[in-house]
């Protein structure tokens, strides 16, 4: 994971800071093994982690893992307010608090988790469709939109268009998301839609 920190002198040092959201135990767990075996060479590293205040996420074992074991290093920042489904991919009431984030931060991490929502790429549910946590695939979608733009409002002008080396890192549904919030669409089952296997037989 490179990041690059923008603005700095020659010779001066400066603390790397990197957004992620779904912050549970278990990612932020990854991100210490990353910098312990060096896979992230960061050594002023700052993380905050970003949720919705109504996400289906428990955040206190989060909160208390990063207070036990002493992650400083560590804060969390909480996206506030709702936005109506027609209003995800243009200026909203999360935009100021998306532009926050961004500002204040080198990149930033989308983990995985549930399927996101069909209707927020036009299509009806499937039955084997897990999507447990739609708040939290709505404001994720809209972030990344607000980041990068995309084909469902091309007049928004993204925020990557003033810094273009901020990095956006989208893992397993978050590449996914990635994909939604620039115009496109998912299969929702790979065996069914794509190669028509209907049993666990076939």
Not at 2 to 26: H, N, T, W, Y
Not at 163 to 177: A, S
Request: a negative charge; glycine letters at 8%.
């Amino acid at each position: 994971l490179c990041i690059a920190v923008p603005f700095l002198s020659a010779g001066e040092k400066a603390d790397v800071i990197i957004a992620m959201c779904r912050p549970e135990v278990g990612q932020i767990q990854n991100i210490e093994e990353m910098l312990e075996k060096d896979i992230i060479s960061l050594k002023r590293l700052k993380l905050i982690g970003v949720y919705h205040e109504n996400e289906n996420i428990e955040i206190k074992p989060a909160l208390d893992y990063v207070k036990e074991n002493n992650l400083a290093w560590v804060t969390f920042t909480t996206i506030k307010g709702k936005v109506k489904p027609g209003d995800l991919f243009k200026e909203n009431a999360w935009t100021p608090q998306f532009r926050k984030i961004f500002e204040k931060t080198s990149g930033i991490i989308f983990t995985g988790g549930e399927d996101a929502p069909p209707w927020i790429y036009g299509q009806d549910q499937l039955l084997l469709t897990e999507a447990g946590t739609p708040i939290r695939s709505m404001y994720e979608v809209s972030f990344e939109f607000h980041l990068l733009g995309g084909s469902r409002n091309d007049t928004f002008k993204p925020f990557l268009e003033s810094r273009k080396d901020y990095v956006v890192l989208g893992i397993c549904l978050g590449c996914q998301t990635m994909n939604i919030a620039c115009g496109g669409t998912l299969y929702q089952d790979i065996p069914s839609q794509v190669y028509g296997y209907k049993t666990v037989q076939d």
